[in-house]
Each structure stands twice: as C-alpha cells, then as structure tokens.
C-alpha cells in the first residue's frame, strides 16, 4: 500500500466517521451536552450548519448531515481516483460507490463503538462522559439480544452475538455487492 494512499484515505475514513457520528448521535437522541458529543458537532458545525439554510431535515433524520457524508464519501472516491488511478471517473459510478462505502463506514463505525464498550465494561467505573455516549449508541442494538439471551453467570454476551451478527452482515454485503 502507498504511504499518500494510505494518508489520504485515513483521512478521508476519519472526518467521515465523524459526520456519521453526528447523524447517529442525533437520531439515538444522545447527550448533546456531553463532551464526546459537543466535539462531534463542533467538528461538523462549519459545514453542517449552512447546509442546513439549504436542505431542511425530514422529521428526527437529518437531510443535511446526511448529505454531507455521502459527499465526504463520493470526494474519497473522487480523489483516490484522481490522484491513484489513470481511469476516468464516471460521476454516477462516484455516487454508488460513494454510497457503499457511507454505509460500510458506518458498519465499521458501529462495530468499533462494539468493541470499546465491551473493553470499556472491563476497565472502566462507569463515570467516563465518552463511555455514556458510546452507551447510548450501542443499547438499542444490544437490549433486544439482552431479552433473547441474558447475561449467564453476569457475563453479558450481548456485545459478542451483536459483533457477530454485525460481522455476517459486513460479509454477506461484500460477497453480493462486492462486484459493484
């Protein structure tokens, strides 16, 4: 893998997980008042707030938070195209990759926020502001596997079957949409 690849992709996948974060943080109606949350929208506020005069939100999702990340995704692509490819870049070829790749950021967005809750649960005493955030991400998707399988023994093995669900649907969207 190129050193400039790698930079510039890294970079691109971070502030995209950023402004995914913001749409998740606002649809599962986290703490705006938490720190973690208040360094999401202060990182996408610059761009998200004028988009926002333009394209009005429908309900609880946010129109304009979310095209700012299709375009995040779409300007990736873009760029690693021109900059690493010599093939032409076809705008409408762009837009779907650009979309796959929104929502295999936000699997991986999801599956990282899995991980540091389950290791946060080991060593942390609960009073951490971004554990808060990351626990009110993640329950809504763990407290239905909780009904279905309750912790034995105080061990919760939510984390784990959501991991592994999470995991089946990353393959199973590679190995169908993976040709595109």
Not at 71 to 94: D, E, M, R, W, Y
Not at 166 to 180: N, V
Request: glycine fraction near 4%.
């Amino acid at each position: 893998m190129n050193a400039s690849y790698f930079l510039v992709d890294t970079l691109f996948n971070l502030y995209l997980m950023v402004v995914i974060l913001r749409l998740w943080l606002q649809f599962a109606r986290a703490d705006f008042y938490n720190p973690f949350s208040q360094f999401v929208v202060k990182a996408t506020q610059p761009i998200v707030a004028p988009m926002r005069r333009v394209i009005p939100s429908m309900g609880r999702f946010d129109t304009a938070t979310f095209v700012l990340a299709l375009i995040v995704a779409c300007a990736k692509i873009t760029t690693i195209g021109l900059l690493f490819s010599s093939a032409s870049i076809n705008p409408i070829a762009v837009l779907v990759i650009g979309a796959f790749t929104l929502l295999k950021q936000f699997l991986s967005l999801i599956f990282w926020m899995l991980i540091l809750r389950a290791i946060l649960s080991w060593v942390s005493q609960g009073g951490n502001p971004f554990e808060q955030v990351i626990a009110q991400l993640t329950e809504p998707m763990l407290a239905p596997i909780r009904r279905i399988i309750p912790p034995i023994g105080g061990l919760d093995l939510s984390v784990l079957v959501a991991i592994i669900a999470l995991q089946f649907i990353q393959l199973l969207l590679q190995q169908y949409l993976g040709a595109l």
